[in-house]
Structures are given as C-alpha cells and as structure tokens.
C-alpha cells in the first residue's frame, strides 16, 4: 500500500497534515481474530467481534506519527489500516460504548479541533 | 539564578588583602608526574605539598593556571594539598587534601581516550591540543606512526609543540598513558591543505591593567605574529581557537594587531586588531549557580589576568583567579553576593550580585562526554525483516572493526535498543539516532538502531504499536544469536541482563510495551526511554501501560506539533517507582529535531515560539538519555542529572523542567488512595487553613472528546495532560494554607522535600508574571518555617503554545530541609508540612507526590 507523500505547506516548513473528506461509511459487525504473534499474545486477542467502519476518502491519509481516528460520539477509533487506496477500515472493540445515533467525526488520535471535522454521517449498525 | 549587575563604590564592600586556597584539580592518579593547580592570582608563588613534603615554589603565570611538574610520580593514597602566596598575603592549604587513587578501578579498559582539538589540522602546522587526559599522565601525538610531539606529565587538556610541522595528508593520532596503562588512540585526523588565506585573528577586549590578550580565530597549529602600538612583540605557536599571550599591563588607546600564518611561504592573514578600553569599561565578572553552603564561586566569565574578589554581605570571603574562588565561609540561604574584577592599577567598578538561593544546582561534566572507546558500526539485515544498524566499543574506528578486546576481558556489555517512530518508510529513519548510539557505543554500551520501516504503512492503533513491539522483541532474539554465534564479532559479547530501550514517538509507545510482553530468557530490561511517544491504548480506552520493575524515562518537547498531547506524561504518571522515573520536559524543542532524518519543523503545524536549534535537541537526548543508561546499565553515579541536582554543560537547561522520583523515600500524599482530600497517603489528616480551597482532581484529558484540550470527567479544567489523580488549591486571598500531618518526630536530617506543582493555565492564556508560593516545616512545638519556590528554582511558567493546549504541566521542586529557618524553630524532626500562598496575584495551583527524601 503506498503511502500519502509528504506534500510541504505553502510556506514549505511543515507537512500539510488537512485529513481528506470522507465520502463514504459503510458500518457492521464482523468477526474479529486478533494477530498472532511469535514472542506474546496481542492485548486485543479477547475480543471476538467488532464493529467495522469501512470509510471512503477522497484523497490520501497524510503521513504523521498521529493516526486519522473517528470519533462515534465521544469513543474515539484509533484501530485504522488502509484496505486499498483512500480506503480505510476501523474497528471499533468496544461495541457497548457506542451510542446508536451518534455522530461520526474524523480527527486525529489528539490535537488540533480545526482538523477534527464532523462527517455527515451517524453511527447505524444495519 | 538572578544575577545582576550593581555599581562597586555604592556598596561600600570591606575588603582585606587575603588569599584564598588555589584548588588541586581532580583527581589525582598514581603514576602521575604533575598536578594542575588552579585558581591563583597572576603570577602568584605557588606552594605544593605532596604527603606533608613541601615543594619548592612555583611562580603561576598571569592567567590562574598552572600544571606543576612534580619530582616523582605519585603514589595512591599520596595527599596533594596546595596553597598560593603574593607579596603581600599567603593563603591557607586547599582543603580537604586530594587523596590520589589507582585509576584503573575508575578506567578498568584503559585510560579515556585522547581527543584532539580544536579540528582540523592543517599542513604545517606547529602545535595542537589534546583534551580528554588524566592530569599527570604521559601524552604523545604521531604523525604517520611517527612520534612528533610530547608532553609527559600533562594536564587534562593540553598543547604540544609539533616538530617537524605537518605535512600534507598526514594520518595524526594522539596516544596517552598512565603506569604503563595505554588508552585507545584518538580519532584519526588527516591533516589538510590551509586555506589560501587564512583569516584575520580578532582580539578580546583589551582594558586596562590586562596583562594576557586574548587572540582568537585562529587555525589550529598556525603562528601569531603580535603587534603592539605598531612593534613587533614576537611570533607565538598556538594549537588554535583562542590564544592567551602575556604581555606587561597595557594602558588605555594602546592598539594591539596580530596575523596569523601556516606555512613559512605562504602569505599572513589580514591583521585583525584591538584597541585597550579605559578601566571605567572593566565589566562586571560572570559566575555560575550558587546555592546555600557552597564552598566555591565558579566564575563563567572574566578577563583572563584578573584578581577575582569575593564578598559575603558586603565583607570579602575569597580571593583568587577563574575558573574557581574558594571561599570561607560557606554562603547561607539569603546571603549577598558580590564578585569583583581587579587589574594591575584598575580597580573594577562593576560588581555581580546574587542572592543566595536554597537550591541552584552546578553545571558538572555533560554525561554524555564520557569518551573511552573507539567505535564500530556494522549494518544487519537477516533477509527476514530484521534489519538496522550497531554502534560498539570497537579496538578501532570504523566500519566491522573487532570488538574492543580490554572491555571484553571485563565480561559482557550492555545494550540498548532503539526504535524510531512513524514517518515517511522512503526516508531511513533508523540512521537518525547516530549521534547518540555514538555516544553509547564510546562509553561501553552497545547500541543497536532498528529499521522499523516496514511498519510505516498506512495502519494505525494498539495493533501497529504491538507489531512494532514484536519486532524489537525479535531484533533482541536475532542478537541474542549473534551472542551464541562464535563467528560474529559479538560473540559471548552482550549482556542481556542489562537492556535499555529507547523509542521515538510510535516507536516509544512500543518500547514501554516491550517490557510487559517479553519473555525470552535470560533477558532482563533495565531502563525505558520514551521519547515524545504516543499512547495508542489510551486513545483507544484501554488502560495505559504502567512501566515498573525498570528505570524509566520519558523527553516531552513542549512545542510537539505532531504528539502534540505529551503522552509520555501518562506514562510517567503511571509508573511504578523503582528504582527511580524521570520526566524531561522541554520548552522550545519539537517532535522531530531528535531524529536527523526527519527534517520538517513540527511546531510549525501550530502557532507557537519558535524551536530550539536541531543541535540543541540532541544536546538534551545526549545528556539525559546518557544519564540514564550510564545509571541504570553500567551503575555511574549520574542521577544528579536527572533529579536537579547538577545540570549537564552543554545544554540548554533553562528550557528543560524535570519530573522525577525514586524509590525508598516516604511519600506523604500522591492522591491515589481515593481517600479524599481530608487524609493523606499516610492516612493522617490533611487541613485547609486561613480560607483554602483545595481538592482532588483527575489530571488528564478526555481521549473521545470532540475537540482540543478536553479534560476528562473528574478533573479542575482541560489544561492537564498526564494521567494521575492530584491536588488543586484554587485562587484565593493570600495567606491560605494546607497542612499535611506527617507521623509526630519524622527526622529531616540531610532530607529534601519534594513536591510537584505547577500554575495552573486555563488552557488558552498564559498570564503575565511568574507566580509561586510557599513550603513550610512545623516542628514538634508547632513552630513553622519557610521557603518561596523562588528560592528553589522557581514556579515554571505555562509554556505559550497554541491557545487550547496550553499545559498544566507539574515538574519536581526540590527544598532541602536545610534551608528552613525562623526564630525558635527546631526542624531536626517535624509534625506537619505546609504551603502557603501569598502572593497578590493569586492563581490556581496544581500539587502532586509530595515526598519526603533522605
């Protein structure tokens, strides 16, 4: 999977962190099976389940070390990995914790409120 | 400290014509054939005494120095004492004597090795510099395998004449030994063609009475020519950098002008010139942190041939020349200060003051200078994603070099894994730390920098983090086989049982997960360094990981545009003492500086002050990280570093808050037991007096909070990122109290007290002026006493990022029970600890961990 280049502001000192529109949420409940590791077993072995948030963007993820989260009400969704270009899919383990309705937002893990952005989308499972 | 600047005559000083001690500089080793004597009045007689057996006299030159040839070597257990004397007075003999040892308990793998300076050498050249010795030992420098110069019984930093001068492209190392004792050999230089021209030599400012000018930009090795009023004073050799030359005193508009040269057919430098300034220009001295019963006044800056003169409460204590005043008898808390510069027939008119504090720690020797070994490096890659680079204490410099065979001998050595963070995988990240496995790899300490890159995808979470994790748990599995591998050059090399970790952002979330996972044998993880690290669980609502059963460590740049959160103060807060944790909190640096790969300036993504130089972040990487694993991995006594009780030189300390604690010491509330505000962790009473308003809070923020700077439920306001339960006393008139009831006669001998506090900020502002308060002692009779913060270093203020993540961020004041005063108060053993605010600009403070320590 390629990553999103570093792109410079325009005053050049900085990578350009904006998070791109999300343009899609497709949301349900999947089997989960954590990794296996050689040398411990994962902290998120226990959970069977989650709830799977396939997002579309409409451009690349930029490159930091904060990941993009989505924030279902006030549970944030750290657990990302890219599917395919502009496609990404979170999970959410905690399934009690979100609140049927609740509005979906898109920031990073921490920071800066002018880059979190509500979506125009709800948490729904179908 | 405060230091000022106050006119002389005003202060109406009484002086004397005495001497102070000169001071024999330390230490002192067996073999050793000349002691380094300091602190002198030019041109002073200098009186040593070896075992009660005086030595004839030396006359010092005009500069405070001076390297004494003795007339046998010395043996362990000798004592060295020294006193100087003029025309006038004669001082008392330095105490304590210095007691000569046996170095080789100090340096088992040989002396430190040889470090010549200032760089580069140039064809021709006549003279260098050494640095880097043991004082007395023997020293040599060899140009091509030839010996061309020596000084035996030389001083810790050294100038050696070279003959015949250099020639071009000359291989030039500089070898020491001390008993027979060789240390490695420097670096080797290779000398270069000078440049066409060099440049023009500028002066010091000359005034009047000065008997040295100060001639700097000079190339290592050239000659000076030194005019003066237009005559020709003489050529002198100089090792380059600055050149003090002797001289009679100078008087006001004298001009003095100087060239320097390389080769005999090459053309001078352009002169560069000076002109003596009149005595009323004389600046005042500069000196260096002082604090209650200090012995010595450490003078940062003065004219070289000056008479340093030292006043307590306005009576001399201390006559002498930099670097160092002994002074008698040892400053209080509260005292004045005043530090004067004299001239041959200039009396200077400006005096440094200072008054005392309680605490204002010394700058020591930079930890990370510690120079013993050669380096190797060597590149692994096992074909199966375990991939990075090695540093080690190698029998030379250089790639794939054998490991150093004396450090061997003594057994194993210790490693250090470091893992860099998330960043572009086009870009080799794992290369940035190569300062600082150098520093390791000089010292002893094998450092090993992994390529993580293959995790720097597009996935995020406590699944990328354990991913990371399980690759540095591998690396430790591929270099435990290295260890078993009788044909790799660490074969039988690494000792397990003394492994640090170091990572960087994602990769420091990684490192303080290592030691909850791992489980190879014969492994044992000593101390964590989370650098600017993430916190993945806590963002996800899991519980943040509590590092215990190691030392650990955490650097939180203030102006992180990227961690922007400072998470690594939830790990420290969540640490398990033992045997101690340090938190570096840094204003003016960033996320990236600490990583010379990664070039984008990440304070930038907000608007906040501007960051320090990429150097000086890895000046506070350097110093604080070598003080950790110099402490935890090879046992050296450098926790002074990290509990303020010495500042590394070399670093921008003002910018850097520390949090730290240990274990053993008798905690009187950290606020965790949920046993209300009324009772503290010793379960006695606590009490709010004269109209405080004090209470527990949660210290941390909301991690699924839309939005910046959210507190979580529970805490006094958003402005609070670690992950601890602590005290806030809210503003209120000034003379509020809270008392901590500690169990009836608990002893304050040779104890410090220590508290974490901070202003608290509403998040968006930093309000003008510093603020601060008071801590108290109540004897057994009720009696209290007390000392300000200002007195112990001070309040920190907020530091002023971007409005909304304006941190309360707590560091530790330290209050040495030996401060605290008042009339009629017996503080051997106390009941009760206090504070006090006071001030009329009353704000909202923040407490936590409040210790007693001995």
Redesign the interface.
Known sequence: ?P????K?TA?G???D?KLPNVVDIQIRRVPFT??Q????R???ADYREAIEFLVQFDGP?P???????L?V??????????VKDNL?RF?A??IK?LRPGAVI?L?W?????SA?K?TNFRFTLK | MDQKVVNRERLKLKDKDILSPPVVSEPLYQCATAVTVTGMVPHAQVILEVNATTLPAVTSGPTGGLNVQLPSALIAGDKVRARQQTATAISGWSAPPVTVRDHTPDFPAGPPRPEIKPLPLFKCGVETAVANLLIGGNMWVTADGVEVGRENGCGAYQAVRINPPFGLGQKVRAWFEMCKDPSPPSVEQITQSPPALLPAPTFDTIYTGATVVVVRNIANGATITLLRNGANQGTFSSSGGAQAIGCSAVAAGETFSATQQLCPGDPPSPPGGGTVQPCSALPAPQIGPVQGGDTIITITSSVPSATIRVFINGTIAGVGGAPVIPISPAVKIGDTIHVVQDLVGCKGQWASEVKVPCVDPPVAVNPAWLDLFPIGSFDYDDGAGRLGNVFYPAEDDGAKQPFNKRLAKLGPAPIVFLLHGRHNPADPSFLGYDYFQQDLAKMGIIAVSINSNALNGNAHGVANIEDRAHLLIDTIALFQSFNGDASHRLFERIDFNRTGLMGHSRGGDAVVTVPTLISLAGVTIKSVLALAPTNFRFWGGMSTIQPKNHAFMTILPAGDGDVDQNNGAQFYDQAVTGPFKSQVYVHFTNHNFFNRQWLYDDSANYTQPAVMARVEHEHVLSAYGCALYRASLLGHNTLGYLFNRQLPAGVVTQNVHLSFARDKVTTVDHYEDKNTIAKNSLGRPNTQLSGMSADEFVFQQDPGAFGVGAGAAGSFNDSFYGQTTGMVARAGRAGRMFRWEVAKDTSMKNAEIWIRAAEVTDGANVPSGSTGFMLGLEDMNGVRAWLDTNVVGGLPRPYARNSGMIKTMLKTLRFRAACFGAPKFKGDTIQAILIKCDRKDERNFAFDDLQIVT
Do not use: C, H, T
């Not at chain 1, 590791?37 to 411990?40: L, N």
């Not at chain 1, 893990?109 to 409120?113: A, D, L």
């Open positions: 999977m990553n999103a280049p570093l410079p005053d000192r900085r990578p962190w954590a990794r590791y050689k040398y411990f994962s902290a998120l993820i490159m930091r070390a904060l990941g993009p989260a924030f009400g006030n549970v944030q969704v750290p657990e990302a990995e890219a990404y999970l383990f905690d914790r937002a920031g893990n921490s920071g800066n409120e979190r509500a």
